[in-house]
Every structure is written in C-alpha cells, then in structure tokens.
C-alpha cells in the first residue's frame, strides 16, 4: 500500500512541477508605465565615390574583355544612425553595409524602452559619408502610451522616416 | 573538477533514487528508463500533435483562432489534446535533463561510448526547436514574444540580409506564408530529423530501451490526462504587433535562456549556447582517459559458439567466416571502436573456465585489463585469506559504493570490471575446490548497471535460465546475489552478507551431520 501511495506522491509532485513551471513564474519586459521605441529598416548608402571615365592608358591596362570604359566604386559608405527622444540621445550606431565587398544594404534593428509620455522624437541618418549634418531627418512629437510599441523606419521609395 | 561535479550530481540523484526505488521498485524505477521516457512522452506529442494539425490554421488570423475553437469549443477533446501535447513536451525536457545528468553523473559517456552521447547533442537541440516553434505558431503575446526574441537571435547570424526581426513590429510586415513555414518546420521538417537523431543516439546499441515498462508508460499517461483536466493549457491574449508586449506566463521548460537575451545580448547567449555545446561534445575526451586495450580472440580457443555475441550489450561483436581453417563455421571479430572494455563477452565464453587442466587459461574471447586467468589467481589468492568455519567469498564490479564497503569491512573481495564478466564455472570452481563456503555477488549500486546488463545476465546464468548456465550441482542458495535491479536482492549490502552468514550451518553441526 506505501508503495501506491509512494508512486501517487510521485506522479502528483511531476505533475504539478511540469503544470507550474510551464506558465510560472511571469517574465515581466515592460514595467506598466513603459514603451518600446523600435528601429528598424534596411538602407542603401550611398557609394564611396562618382563614377569616372577611365583613360585610354588605363583601359590599355586592362584585358580586352574587361575594357570598360567607366568605374564605379561598389563600396558604400556606413549609415550612422541617431534617435533622440526631446534632445536626449536613446539610440545611435554606425551601421557598416552587408556583403564581401560592403556593397549592400545597411540593416538595423534596435528596440529601447521608454516611460509612457509625449516625447518629441527626432531621427537622423547620415549615409554619405559627411558628419556635419543629417542627409535623412525627421521630428516629431509623438504621445506613447503605456505597453505601445512604436516603430521607426525608413522608406526607400519616398526617401523619408516613418514613424508609426 | 569532473570528478567532483560527478559525485555531486551523484549524490543528487541518490535523493531521487531512493524515494523512486521504493515507490516504483527497481525494474519501474523511472530514473532507469529516462530515455525510453523521453521517446514515450514523443509519442504522446506525435498523437496529440496531429489531432490539433487536423483543425489548425496556417495564418496569421487563423492560427489563433483555430486554436481558442480546439481549447475552448472543443475542450473534451481538442483542449484536453492541446494540453497533453504541452504537458508531455516539458515532461520530455525535464526527463531529458536528468538523463543527461545522470549519464555524466555515472561517467557512462566517456571514450568509447561518446558516440551516444554526441548524438544527443542534435537531438537536444531539435528538441528545443521543435517547441520553441511550437509556441511561435498558437500566435498569442507569448508568441509574439517569442517571435521577436527569436528572431534577434537569429538576426545575430550573418544569413540574413534583411533584419528578420523588423518583420514582427507592424501587422503589414507579417505574412501567412511565414506561417505556412513555421509549421513546416513544426510538424514535417523537424520530426523527421528527430526520428532520424534518436535512431542514430541509439544506433552502436545492443537491444535498447525504446518503451519503458507498461505500468510506468500508463501511470505516466494518467498523470499527463489528469494535468490537463485539471490545468488545461490556454492562450495568452492574441499578439498584437502595435503593441509590445509587457509581461507573459513563460515555459521555463523551453524558454529560459530568452530572458537573458533581454538581460544580456543575442551575441552572448548564441556564445553561452554554442559554448555549452562544445563542452558537452568534448566532455567524452575531458580529461583525455587512457583506453584499455579492447576484448580479444583467441582462435585456438573460440568454438564460434556466438555467446558472446549475444550478450554484448553494445554491438561490438560480429561473427564472421572462420579464417583459420578449424572445423567451425565462424569466428567472433570484435570491433575496438564499440567495445567498451566490460569484459561480459568473457563471462559469455564457455571456454572460460578454471577447471581447465591442460595449458594456462586462455578462453575464446579475453579482456587484456583483466584477464580470465588473472581473475582466477585473484580468486585463490584472495580465498587464501579466509579462514574460520563460514568463508565468505564477495564479488563486486570495480569502483562501485557497494565494492569501497565490503573493502572498508575487510570482507574478502574480488573486484571484477563488470559483474557480467564472471562466468559461473569460477563459481563452481570456489565451491567445489572448497576455496569458501558461500559467495555474495554484487553490482552496481545505482540500480542500473554501468555496462547495461551485466547484472541482468549474471543473474540469469546463476539461475540457470542463459547460457553458460552455472551447474546443477551447485547449491544456489550459495551464491547469494545483491543487486539492486532486482527487487529480490536489494538491501544493505552488508546486512545481507551478515545475513548469509547466519545462514550457513556451523562447523559443528556440520560435523554431527557428518557423522550420522
């Protein structure tokens, strides 16, 4: 009978350890009065230099099946990126462009929390390679609610943030 | 370091062991059958997982509310399928857990076993994938969490050109066919490769353990069915990409390691995942042990008699066509690469016997570490030690608990690699030269044998049921066995040798009987 009653214990003990642990305890990422502010797109830079005609002593340098009469460097330049919530920088990183020959595409993807509030929000992107202005910019003042999630990203056709 | 970790994680399992031991008796203990558990607790996903693939939804609207009709519509039999499939998935990590603790615990993946064991490393992973999708595609907060947290990690890999992540923060982003893939993966994709794993992780393995007993897989079964009665698994609310979620009842089962890509970085779990991986598959070589030299064959003594092909219990004999031009068919060929130097195809061997009059003792298939014939003079010398009218003569696997007590009690021992090494004519031998009165034979003390059945099949040879039987004119009761695979032989070790003392007549009576 001890025996039974031995087996019962244990078969209660794992099931309410297996029942327990699979929703218990609760992880909490976001106290209640807190945001995410996500960033997040993919960017071309632009490239390192101008496309250039090349001279006919450099064209006789080249194999004749690799005479082309123009060069474009296909290297960009990394995109460095700045999120400021009123005045105060919450993100900033340079992104370098993906690829063998750093020809691609620039990706971020970053997510910060914040306090719910109105915030005036400003981003900034420079891919040209200058570091004294911002070739892409957008401020708003934007009011985030508790739990919201506010993503930032950018639209290649229009060439502009967007902030949804 | 190693060997501390592994007393500790002993000692451990001795606090499950014994508790289980008395509840379920040794042959139902659940902590000897984790891995046949683990593939039981498999079938019970695979069955419950394709009644909720019947009525799922593979879309981002879909998937939730497929789910809520099976949970809340359907309870009796779709919620209760539900739970049963999250329920016995975490009971499959849990027992996957302690098999893997126990395993290093009783250094049963060291040198020549480490292909199991590496073999598991996969499968470990698939596990974790298996469920991590699973919760990806219910598409409730939890999933959403997941998804997001999933794919950072997955973003940290350089195989992606696009940040993975970016598509689960606007409903726009996400699509049905991601769906479509994640349930690929859940339900065709992985499963395939995990049956595929488990064949592998038990592939260098002589009849393994594929179901546990039925009573153990039905009280498990019941437990299970009533979990999720009483407890049903449920959604959390629908994900909602516009907003992020603050807090979720996670499976810590499955999901541990995510919070610490929060506290930490994508980067430094992948580090501390890879890492543990790369331990747990150089651990078999950690430190570098020194191989014993594999079982040999010695033709001029192999009759190809096939016993000890028989009784390996990882494989690592195979009969093949006599080469050296004997009467016999076949000959035994081991291979060095399984062999795991337990020496049970020695007590297999029919060849293997004292009594033999004409040359040394060299039987058909020997251990090089301990040989046949050194067992032999182990045993007259040891026996010379014992004196008094009721000599005992103990046998125990070397390095067991139960081996270090008859030594610290000053019992006269013979240590042997495995008990399943032992072949009964040395039983005969003891008694019948009147080396001792009686013998105690004991193995591994964890309830399991380190070489898998080394105990099963020395027991059955006492008891005259597998070949090499021990001899009729053997008194059993002479031979008494303390194992803890058998419920009839478990006990204090040392109480049961007091007891077979007590048991033998006194040289007094012996003599009185004599002379009637």
Redesign the interface.
Known sequence: MS?YI??F????V??A???I????????????D???V?V???HAAKRIGECRQLTQAELNELAPNMRKPISCPRERHPTYLELRADGEVIFSDSLLP?GLWSD??S???NRTNVKAGTYQLFIGMNDSGTTDRFDHELSVEKEIA????V?V?FDGLSNSFVI? | MIAFLQRAARAGLGLLHR??A????PVEN?LNHLGALIIFFCWIVLISGIWLLIFFRTSVSGAFESLEYLTHEQWYLGGIMRSLH??AS??AI?ALFVHIVKEFAFDTYRLKRWFSWITGVPLVWMVFVLGITGYWLVWDELAQ?VAITSA?LL?RLPIF???M??NF??ESALSDRFFTLMAFMHLIGLPIFLVFGIWLHVFRLSRPSINPPRRLMA??L???L??SF??P?VSQDKAD?????????????YLHM??LV?AGSPGMVWLLLVGISCLICFAPWLPPGKIAEPAIVDLANCNGCQRCVDDCPFGAIQMQTRSDGRKYEQEAVVDSDLCTRCGICVGACPTATPFRSRGPLIPGIDLPELTAADMSGTIRSVAESLSGDKRILSFSCSGSSTSAKLRKAGEALVEVKCMGQLPPPFLDYVLSRDLADAMLLTGCSDGRCRYRFGTNWTEERVTRKRDPRLRKRIDETRVCRAWQDFPEHQGNVLKQLTALRDSLPDAASDDEATAA
Do not use: H
Not at chain 1, 9 to 12: D, K, R
Not at chain 1, 21 to 32: A, C, G, I, K, N
Not at chain 2, 22 to 25: E, I, N, T
């Open positions: 025996r031995g087996q214990v244990t078969y209660a794992f099931a350890g297996i029942g642990l699979s929703v218990w305890p609760e992880y909490r990422m976001l106290e209640d807190e945001a995410f996500s997040t797109f993919s993906s691609g595409k990706n971020v993807y508790p739990g919201q999630n993503v990203g949804e | 508790p289980l008395r509840a379920f008796g659940p999250r329920y975490d009971a849990a969490y950072e973003d050109t696009d940040s992540a970016g923060l606007t009280g498990t019941l437990c299970m009533v979990l009483v407890f698994a990409l516009a907003t992020a979620t603050q807090a979720v009842d996670l499976d810590w089962f995510y919070p929060q």
